[in-house]
């Protein structure tokens, strides 16, 4: 795996060990980055949240692209180090924040964040549950984009959200949502 564009590009990105965690592939990641880019315009100065991070490689993307900041939420242990050494490969430490633990354990937010995304388990549900508690707890405002990656034949629906736009990319299926206004 690799940074698609920004500051970082092409540089590799570690994978944690085992198969806990299914990293997002090179072609699935470049066509999210280029459906939120043309939504956003720019990623300079916006603050992320990576969540089910696995490798951190969606946070990395976005921070190489000019993110101001990203938290990254992962649970397992082998994951959780591959997120650090890759910080530290980037020498991104000031800029990020690592939390291990569940998704669902996460607290209600001080401020609402500008992109949330998350690659949780397929065929879970654990993305749309995440969203609808993330929603209530104040992480997704009337500026936020949030990216869900899913098994291209889930459903999505979130009470609070709305889908702003979906693309297939081989088994995978993105989805950008916003709050419903």
Known sequence: MRIIAGDWRGRNIVAPKGDLTRPTSDRTRETLFSM????????????????????????????????????????????VKAIRANIDTFDARTRTQVQQGSVMAL?????????ILLDPPYDTGAGQVALDRMARLGWIGSASW????????????????????????????????????
């Open 36 to 79: 939120l880019a043309s939504r956003l315009g720019s990623f300079d100065d916006i603050s992320v949240v990576d969540l089910f991070a696995g490798s951190g490689a969606l946070g990395l993307e976005a921070l190489s692209r000019g993110a101001a900041s990203c938290l990254f939420v992962e649970q397992e242990s082998e994951a």
């Open 146 to 181: 949030i990216a869900l990656e899913t098994r291209k034949d889930e459903d999505i629906a979130v009470k609070a959200l709305e889908i702003e736009s979906e693309r297939v990319v081989g088994k995978a299926k993105l989805t950008l949502l916003r709050l419903k206004d």
């Open 107 to 115: 607290a209600p937010a001080k401020v609402p964040h500008d992109l």
